[in-house]
Nanobody, 129 residues
Framework: EVEFVESGGGLVQAGGSLRLSCAASGFTDDDYAIGWSRQGPGQGREGVACISRKDNSTYYATSVKGRFTISSDNANNTVYLQMNSLKPEDTAVYYC??????????????????????WGQGTQVTVSS
């Protein structure tokens, strides 16, 4: 069972930056994908960014491309999400999430990270206008 320790959420003004961290443990091998999904008020869950350790691919939602950067420290099984130029519409609970069955960020193109089965407890990001 994968366990997560998430940190880095908070309140920031529009245009500001935050960095989320997720330390994950419990993987049985390196064939996994790890990333972040978010759920805003009254919205469904959206895959935001992902790194696959299986094929070294990355994924970004169109809404965050050019503003968010995902990176990983493989030695410590930690993934980071650097969020710049934040907008009020980025307000959401951000969840660290992994897939160790397929090890890929996207299986169904219309639903990136939709197949991920392990989730952290979430961290709130609030962007004020």
């Amino acid at each position: 069972e994968v366990e997560f320790v998430e940190s880095g959420g908070g309140l920031v003004q529009a245009g500001g930056s935050l960095r989320l961290s997720c330390a994950a443990s419990g993987f049985t091998d390196d064939d996994y994908a790890i990333g972040w999904s978010r759920q805003g008020p009254g919205q469904g869950r959206e895959g935001v960014a992902c790194i696959s350790r299986k094929d070294n691919s990355t994924y970004y939602a169109t809404s965050v491309k050019g503003r968010f950067t995902i990176s990983s420290d493989n030695a410590n099984n930690t993934v980071y999400l650097q969020m710049n130029s934040l907008k009020p519409e980025d307000t959401a609970v951000y969840y660290c999430t992994t897939d160790s069955v397929w090890g890929l960020c996207t299986i169904i193109p219309s639903n990136p990270l939709g197949h991920f089965g392990s989730w952290g407890q979430g961290t709130q990001v609030t962007v004020s206008s």
